[in-house]
């Protein structure tokens, strides 16, 4: 129905405008007659030429429209209402220029209106660009007013990032693992938590991906920021700037962090040695724990459950509730039981702590035996 509108609006439109061209034609003195019908025809054949024709192209200027407007309204949707507002107030102040700036131009003979469109078309540009690019700016202008200040300014404006300040940017992989909301809710994190607005594109990427593994890890994600938003809301914040000249989103990363002189938190490997070259301080979430976990001697005793048996002969491998594993010298033949042993040596890798033992008991009594006879 829209199609078949649109389509008599632009005919219709291209006929007025080929009778206005016929008319002006006769007026103009281009052909001169005084035979009714020649006169009648020279004014009315350009109009059914120009219909007839506006009307076999009209579905594609209305295809074209259609696909024009549906582009512009997603780029529109995408954009944070801030922007669009920077740019709608930059635009209005641009086009009162031209217009000021217009009404002395139009005078000027043979090119006045021309001049008139020229500054419409370019100041409304320039104001429209350095809306969208200057909005903070722009809306620090309204604290002069006294309803615009004090606390409901402050709901209404987001906060202004300001470098030299405390604050910590979370990556995608720290995000999705979620061992940083407790470690904020402990209280062992200060300053404040910078959330940039490529890494959420990219949770939502992730969350809306085919592959129902890296679905879930994105929409994991997305609750843990959440839950930080609603547990830690003045600590947590969104930085919705781009650099949309850098693809990578390790390189966006690294580059918000040298404007705003702020570490990194993640457990990405690479990232955390490009940032390091870059002289950015990497808080990693895997090192913490590491340092967080039991420290053994050589020579304490624990009990440990032997779950499998080793890569070397006779071992049998063990682990702690946090994880560590625990290599036990001929332990193979202690698989699913629980047994005491002695820590004989303690080895730290990139991937964590690996601890060496032995049994206390040769005899192959278990944990159980052991207590019954003691």
């Given at each position: 129905?829209?199609?078949?509108?649109?389509?008599?609006?632009?005919?219709?439109?291209?006929?007025?405008?080929?009778?206005?061209l016929?008319y002006a034609?006769?007026?103009?003195?281009?052909?001169?007659?005084?035979n009714?019908?020649l006169?009648m025809?020279?004014?009315?054949?350009?109009?059914?030429?120009?219909?007839?024709?506006?009307?076999?192209?009209?579905p594609?200027?209305?295809?074209?429209?259609?696909?024009?407007?549906?582009?512009?309204?997603?780029?529109?949707?995408r954009?944070?209402?801030?922007?669009?507002?920077?740019?709608?107030?930059?635009l209005?102040?641009g086009?009162?220029?031209?217009?000021?700036?217009?009404?002395?131009?139009?005078?000027l003979?043979?090119?006045?209106?021309y001049?008139?469109?020229?500054?419409?078309?370019?100041?409304?540009?320039?104001?429209?660009?350095?809306?969208?690019?200057?909005?903070?700016?722009?809306?620090?202008?309204?604290?002069?007013?006294?309803?615009?200040?004090?606390?409901?300014?402050?709901?209404?404006?987001?906060?202004?990032?300001?470098?030299?300040?405390?604050?910590?940017?979370?990556?995608?992989?720290?995000?999705?693992?979620?061992?940083?909301?407790?470690?904020?809710?402990?209280?062992?994190?200060?300053?404040?938590?910078?959330?940039?607005?490529?890494?959420?594109?990219?949770?939502?990427?992730?969350?809306?991906?085919?592959?129902?593994?890296?679905?879930?890890?994105?929409?994991?994600?997305l609750?843990?920021?959440?839950?930080?938003?609603?547990?830690?809301?003045?600590?947590?914040?969104?930085?919705?700037?781009?650099?949309?000249?850098?693809?990578?989103?390790?390189?966006?990363?690294?580059k918000l962090?040298?404007?705003?002189?702020?570490?990194?938190?993640?457990?990405?490997?690479?990232?955390?040695?490009?940032?390091?070259?870059?002289?950015?301080?990497?808080?990693?979430?895997?090192?913490?724990?590491n340092?967080?976990?039991?420290?053994?001697?050589?020579?304490?005793?624990?009990?440990?459950?032997?779950i499998?048996?080793?890569?070397?002969?006779?071992?049998?491998?063990?682990?702690?509730?946090?994880?560590?594993?625990?290599v036990?010298?001929?332990?193979?033949?202690?698989?699913?039981?629980?047994?005491?042993?002695v820590?004989?040596?303690?080895?730290?890798?990139a991937?964590?702590?690996?601890?060496?033992?032995?049994?206390?008991?040769?005899?192959?009594?278990?944990?159980?035996?052991?207590?019954?006879?003691?």
């Amino acid at each position: 129905m829209f199609r078949k509108v649109a389509r008599i609006i632009i005919t219709l439109f291209f006929l007025a405008g080929g009778i206005s061209l016929g008319y002006a034609l006769l007026k103009g003195g281009w052909l001169v007659t005084s035979n009714i019908v020649l006169r009648m025809s020279i004014i009315i054949l350009p109009g059914i030429i120009l219909g007839l024709l506006s009307y076999s192209i009209a579905p594609w200027f209305v295809a074209k429209g259609i696909r024009m407007t549906e582009w512009l309204e997603r780029k529109l949707q995408r954009m944070p209402l801030n922007d669009l507002l920077g740019a709608a107030i930059g635009l209005i102040i641009g086009l009162i220029i031209a217009s000021l700036l217009g009404s002395s131009l139009a005078r000027l003979p043979f090119v006045g209106s021309y001049m008139t469109i020229l500054c419409s078309i370019l100041f409304g540009y320039l104001g429209l660009s350095i809306g969208h690019k200057k909005k903070d700016e722009l809306f620090n202008i309204f604290n002069i007013f006294p309803k615009f200040g004090g606390k409901e300014k402050e709901k209404s404006v987001p906060a202004k990032f300001e470098p030299g300040r405390s604050y910590k940017l979370l990556d995608t992989s720290v995000i999705i693992d979620g061992r940083i909301s407790d470690i904020c809710k402990s209280g062992f994190v200060d300053g404040i938590l910078v959330i940039p607005g490529f890494v959420l594109e990219e949770l939502r990427h992730i969350a809306d991906s085919s592959d129902s593994l890296k679905r879930n890890r994105g929409r994991r994600g997305l609750d843990i920021l959440n839950k930080m938003r609603n547990e830690l809301i003045a600590r947590v914040q969104i930085y919705e700037k781009d650099f949309p000249e850098i693809q990578e989103v390790d390189s966006k990363l690294v580059k918000l962090a040298q404007v705003l002189g702020a570490d990194i938190f993640t457990n990405d490997y690479n990232l955390n040695k490009v940032a390091e070259l870059q002289g950015i301080r990497v808080l990693n979430i895997n090192e913490l724990a590491n340092a967080l976990k039991p420290v053994f001697l050589p020579g304490e005793e624990m009990v440990v459950q032997v779950i499998k048996d080793g890569k070397e002969f006779k071992q049998g491998i063990a682990y702690l509730d946090d994880g560590t594993m625990i290599v036990v010298e001929s332990g193979k033949r202690y698989i699913n039981q629980t047994i005491y042993v002695v820590v004989t040596s303690v080895l730290q890798t990139a991937a964590g702590r690996m601890i060496f033992a032995k049994p206390k008991y040769n005899d192959r009594r278990t944990l159980y035996e052991v207590d019954a006879i003691g």
